[in-house]
């Protein structure tokens, strides 16, 4: 590949990136609200900050790096609570979204990673934070939410079906 080409796909490359890094900050600036007084909002400042160490990294992995971006920013602005005066119940409302956050990050890698045994550790990630969510919410008195299909597999449907 010559010098040129390579600047060429270096700078598509990285305008892909960025493209995902700002959808991806869009993306939670929409789902968490911006501020009023036109302000960053709390999820445009996180998302920036998380983005901004993926800027040089190859394009075919911005679709992981932008969920990746949008599943830290959306676990610490929830992991912002106001505090009840219980510490064990503030503890947890700190740490699911953390576990969430995790668990999230291994969907991503589900989704894109190519590494079996990954992928394996993605799974084990996914059932051991789903499993100290519940520990949690019980251990404060809190009841569990719905069961829902496990997300290391797909979804069976019609167009799945034999």
């Given amino acids: 590949m010559s010098s040129k080409n390579q600047t060429s796909f270096f700078v598509r490359s990285r305008f892909r990136l960025s493209l995902a890094a700002v959808a991806a900050s869009l993306l939670a600036t929409a789902a968490l609200a911006a501020s009023p007084t036109g302000a960053p909002s709390l999820a445009e400042y996180i998302a920036a900050i998380c983005s901004a160490a993926f ?62 045994q990954i992928k394996r550790l993605a799974q084990e990630i996914i059932v051991t934070q789903q499993e100290e969510i519940a520990a949690m919410r019980l251990a404060v008195g809190e009841p569990l939410p719905p069961s829902v299909p496990s997300l290391t597999h797909p979804l069976p449907g019609p167009a799945r079906d034999p």
């Avoid at 510490?87 to 190519?114: C, K, N, S, T, W």
């Fill in 55 to 116: 800027r040089s990294a190859p394009a075919q992995e911005a679709p992981f790096l932008s969920e990746n971006v949008g599943a830290m920013t959306k676990m610490l602005v929830d992991m912002e609570i106001k505090p009840s005066g219980d510490i064990d119940r503030d503890f947890v409302e700190m740490m699911v979204p953390h576990h969430q956050a995790a668990i999230d990050m291994a969907v991503a890698v589900l989704r894109y990673g190519r590494n079996p």
